[in-house]
């Protein structure tokens, strides 16, 4: 019966791979959820202890290679926010929130024009 665990292990290790390899080509984590990944690397390293302690080499090296990759997918993620964070700069502008009532006050602080801040990536 090992040999099924064996089989199946391969084929959802090998299912990971090519989003892996994606990822790094693209360097888009975008569309990776941090739930998610954090959900699937505590849920297979449970999966991992748990082959360890029954003594089942199918069930334990199939999450230990599965870890791996998505502790890469964690990476790229990590990696790929913090560059963004980076490349983030914010612009102060000014708008008109309300109708005027010509009261002149416009170009020494009318009280309908706010300012805000808006992000814009450097780039």
């Not at 391969?10 to 975008?30: I, N």
């Not at 990944?37 to 089942?56: D, H, K, N, P, T």
């Not at 170009?107 to 805000?116: M, R």
């Amino acid at each position: 019966m090992e040999w099924i665990g064996i089989v199946a292990g391969v084929l959802t290790t090998c299912a990971f791979v090519p989003q892996v390899v994606k990822t790094l080509r693209s360097r888009s984590t975008g569309d990776l959820s941090w739930l998610w990944l954090v959900l699937m690397a505590v849920g297979v390293f449970l999966w991992m202890v748990y082959g360890y302690f029954i003594a089942s080499p199918s069930v334990f090296l199939a999450n230990i290679f599965t870890l791996l990759c998505l502790l890469a997918l964690l990476y790229m993620k990590l990696s790929v926010h913090r560059q963004m964070d980076d490349q983030t700069e914010y612009v102060l502008k000014k708008r008109k929130v309300g109708k005027c009532f010509g009261c002149g006050q416009c170009e020494k602080g009318c009280p309908l024009i706010v300012e805000y801040r808006e992000k814009v990536n450097k780039q």
